[in-house]
């Protein structure tokens, strides 16, 4: 019974931490809000790309639950950070963002995870370009 009491007690606090990370445009964990954008966002980039197939071969990719959680993972790193990437990158970042939000998730259909890959994979790479990295 003390256990619920303390968790009822403690409920709201981890809510408003939690709303609080969120409201401050904290989507992923790690690293500091000072961290240069392009670096973390091209690493995050990169971590991606360790699982792609080559490019030209999206249809085969398998969408693995490790993948996804990269995606999710850029996606978190690109809506904090991208935002801060040079004004000229920000068709890319949009891109980036929208597309690893259906490849972040087992229940989109294969044919639209393939299409969003293949987006993603121009717009990533013109962020690659773009941060001279």
Do not use: H, W
């Not at 939690?18 to 091209?42: F, I, L, W």
């Amino acid at each position: 019974m003390r256990r619920i009491a303390t968790i009822a007690l403690l409920l709201p606090i981890l809510v408003a931490c939690q709303n609080g990370a969120a409201s401050a445009g904290k989507y992923s964990t790690g690293g500091d809000p000072t961290d240069d954008p392009c670096a973390r966002v091209v690493s995050a980039i990169g971590y991606v790309g360790l699982m792609l197939k080559p490019k030209g071969q999206e249809n085969t990719q398998n969408f693995e639950d490790a993948l996804l959680g990269r995606l999710a993972e850029a996606r978190g790193i690109t809506l904090q950070f991208g935002g801060r990437l040079p004004q000229s990158l920000g068709t890319a970042v949009r891109t980036v963002e929208s597309t690893t939000a259906g490849l972040s998730r087992a229940d989109v259909p294969r044919e639209r995870q393939v299409a969003l890959l293949t987006r993603y994979r121009i717009a990533a790479d013109e962020i690659v370009a773009g941060c001279g990295q």
